[in-house]
């Protein structure tokens, strides 16, 4: 408020206008990106009768999914989303741990096709397309209690017992994939904008214009943090018999909160539609009495890590909550 009364009407008009203008800006990198992403991706899928195999290739970039078949495993046209009131769809099939869905960017009747030689190779009927409702709201996840000791070395998520009844869990901020690049150049393109501005106006004579020169620099600082926390930041949980301590942070600087553990109702893995553990991207969510804390966020095999560690010290610590947790025994 104090740049709007000492600076000029030109930097007042900036600071309420720009933020509007860099929404707009900001949600056509994200068109932009999605659209190059079902532009250029190419697919390369592998099937034999026990497992099935897809490679998605984006500008050198690589992302490997795979999952065993069984008995009932086959290929169907699912919808992936609606456009003009039309629905799209994809290439989708089950197994045993995970399902892949592909195509989505095809023409229809190569989705037609491509169901119809899986399942004459998996020796199955082909279904009419489905349309899955769920898919527009929060799906919750089941996942498998898991000890620090189990966690798989190839885990992304690390874990620290200072003592018995403590426990420090850390994951990245963003998986590293293409939608880390994706978040980066969104961010790096509301920064320079941002940054033009302030040199513009930097320019420009006069000390409201430096007052105000001074407000846009601070306010480019945002994106450039929301960078350097997609890059390098870190989601990290403290657990004790106290306290529930959940970071959003770069090395020393971030964001706090703490709930008392005695509080905890729920652990849960939260995603928005049906995704394979690398293929999708989900939140661990934390309920502790009216607070939800984010514990971690990234693909689904990183956040049903992360709940399954938090539900394993909770037992530790006496703590009963209501999950969607599958029983391995």
Known sequence: MGFLLFGSAEMALILI???????????????????GAMKFTRTNVLLTKDQIATQKILFGF?????????????ARLVESYSSDNKSVFAVRVN????????????????????????????GQATLEPSSDDED??????????????????????????????????SSPSF???????YATLGFLAVFVLWLGVGIWHWTIPGISHTIGSIAVFVIAAAPLLLILFTLRGTITTMIDPNRFTTRYHIGWLGLR????????????????????????????IVQLGQSRLLAAWGTVRTCRQVAGLIRHHFRELGIETTDAMVDVE
Do not use: C
């Open 17 to 35: 206008g720009l933020p509007i203008a860099t929404l707009f800006v900001l949600m056509g990198w994200i068109l932009a990106a999605s659209w």
């Open 62 to 74: 690589k992302d490997l999914d795979t999952t065993s078949l069984h008995a009932e495993s086959r």
């Open 95 to 122: 197994g045993s741990e995970d399902t892949l869905s592909f195509g989505t960017a095809l023409p229809r009747e190569d989705k037609d096709w491509m169901v119809t030689v899986v399942n004459d190779f998996l």
């Open 136 to 169: 527009e709201d929060e799906v919750e996840l089941d996942f498998v209690e898991l000890a620090p000791a189990e966690l798989p070395e190839t885990s992304v998520v690390s874990v620290r017992t200072p003592s018995a009844e403590q426990m420090v869990l």
């Open 175 to 181: 998986p590293a994939d293409q939608f880390r690049v």
């Open 257 to 284: 909160f703490r709930r008392p553990t005695p509080t905890a109702e729920r652990v849960s893995v939260e995603t928005s539609g049906e995704a394979s553990d690398d293929n999708g991207y989900a939140g661990t």
